[in-house]
């Protein structure tokens, strides 16, 4: 088993240095892209939003909600749109027999972890410093939501590769199928904005919760939130232990044993 | 060693299954050269994709109690967008090894040139072997899985493949599978021929030659 755990993690490490360098070659500014992506993507919404927000005046942050919602996204969303392309280009990799789909998959979300990571703390740093949100309230429930939200993302990323693996149109579905999610999600809400009535529908979708729980710490007393972290962490480990079983079976399945 | 027991591989198409192997028992033993003479999708490389442990059997058991290397052939194993460099330390840190001082040994033997810088995608097929084969040198396997690619290297490969395998590693063990009669018989002390799913073993090398010669 420690012996097992040890390859895993040679492997992993591996897997991440052949997609670093895949992704964005040596030149230029070359890793330091996997930060600038998400960051850029959150900056340009957070400048349209800001400008399209400023009209109708408000007191409200629009600013540090962009960038929280924005930056969330990405956690949750980017490595399941990755583990979902990874079969394809890694398959002669896998002829080495201890490099697993798991490890492929994980190795994608691990990156994407660290790309949204950086990026939100690069932006919220950059606009703390100047002057253009007010730093967050709550460090640490800032940390929390983000931490579950990430796990969040290894679960889903375990799922969306598996099932893309097992059947290859679920790649194809996976993009449509997450708009919707988006939209859920909480990047444009909070939960105290909506009827009533909608709000305990919502509040079954576990990304909102993250959301609520990061604007939370962020801003503090000047909005009520709604989350439930034990909700998530119980989705948490229903979404890894499905991912886990079916990276399993997906890895069953590519080596022809069924 | 490495032993198959009873094991079956089919595979499931649209028009039903398709089998593969039969029922295949084979035991290698450390140092061993054996060669596997099968026509075109005998399932040559089906077993040696079982032998390495990157597919499952069906039915049956594969036991390895060598360190086994994955299958030198002409797919899989390298990452294609990658170079014959960034491939190398791929393999290395998969298999736990240095890559720093595997660079010079492996630009030695695959004589790439300025290809080993290039992505593997731009490859021709002798270059490709050269490379699996320089790799799977410098890692120090004690069971080389050979899946044709020594039928595609000129003849200097070939000498100086043999070289590296057969004089200075004369204690490793080598399953080679191929369609060639030549490959086989030159590298390999035991032969068996693999046909309608089974392998079979005949008393010595020259009858195993001769019926696999006929039977084509």
């Known amino acids: ?258 | 060693m490495i032993q198959l027991s009873g094991v079956h591989k089919w595979y499931d198409t649209r028009h039903g299954r398709h089998h593969v192997l039969n029922g295949v028992d084979l035991c290698v033993r450390p140092g061993e050269k054996v060669g596997i003479l099968g026509r075109n999708g005998a399932g040559k490389s089906t077993l040696i994709r079982l032998l390495s442990g990157v597919e499952k059997p069906n039915v049956g058991s594969v036991e390895r109690s060598m360190n086994i290397s994955w299958p030198l052939a002409l797919s899989g194993g390298f990452q294609g967008s990658l170079s014959g460099l960034d491939n190398l330390k791929f393999i290395c840190r998969v298999y736990g090894a240095d890559y720093r001082d595997k660079i010079g040994p492996v630009e030695d033997f695959a004589e790439l040139g300025k290809f080993f810088r290039e992505p593997i995608k731009n490859y021709s097929s002798g270059m490709r072997s050269r490379l699996a084969f320089a790799i799977s040198l410098v890692i120090e396997f004690d069971c080389y899985l050979i899946d044709e690619i020594l039928s595609v290297g000129d003849a200097r490969f070939r000498d100086r493949c043999r070289e590296e395998i057969f004089v200075k590693r004369k204690e490793r063990a080598i399953i080679l599978v191929s369609h060639n009669v030549a490959t086989v018989k030159q590298n390999c002390k035991r032969v068996l021929n693999i046909q309608n799913g089974r392998l079979i073993e005949y008393e010595d090398k020259e009858t195993a030659l001769r019926s696999y010669m006929e039977s084509c």
Not at chain 1, 114 to 122: R, S
Not at chain 1, 161 to 166: D, E, P
Not at chain 1, 227 to 236: D, G, I, K, Q, R
């Open chain 1, 1 to 258: 088993m420690r012996r097992s755990l040890a390859i895993q993690r040679r492997v992993i490490h591996a897997l991440i240095m052949r997609e670093v360098i895949t992704r964005y070659g040596r030149e230029g500014l070359g890793v330091l892209w996997f930060l600038l992506e998400p960051a850029l993507f959150t900056l340009v919404v957070t400048i349209i939003w800001y400008y399209y927000r400023l009209q109708t005046v408000t007191t409200f942050p629009v600013i540090a909600f962009s960038l929280t919602g924005f930056s969330l996204l990405q956690l949750w969303r980017n490595g399941a749109n990755r583990a979902a392309t990874a079969l394809e280009p890694n398959q002669g990799l896998i002829t080495h027999r201890n490099v697993k789909l798991l490890d492929v998959f994980m190795a994608r979300v691990f990156l994407e972890w660290a790309g949204a990571t950086g990026a939100f703390l690069l932006l919220s740093m950059a606009m703390t410093v100047a002057g253009v949100i007010a730093p967050p309230e709550d460090l640490g429930y800032v940390l929390v939501g983000w931490l579950l939200i990430a796990w969040f993302s290894l679960g889903l990323g375990l799922v969306v590769g598996a099932l893309s693996a097992i059947f290859s149109v679920f790649e194809k579905i996976w993009r449509p199928m997450s708009y919707p999610l988006f939209l859920l999600s909480g990047v444009f809400f909070m939960v105290d904005w909506l009827p009533v009535s909608l709000r305990e529908f919502i509040l079954w979708v576990p990304m909102v919760h993250g959301n609520e729980m990061v604007r939370h710490g962020f801003f503090g007393s000047i909005v009520t939130t709604y989350e439930n972290p034990s909700y998530l962490l119980v989705v948490n480990l229903v979404v890894t232990f499905i991912g886990l079983s079916l990276a399993k079976y997906a890895q069953r399945e590519n080596s022809g044993q069924r």
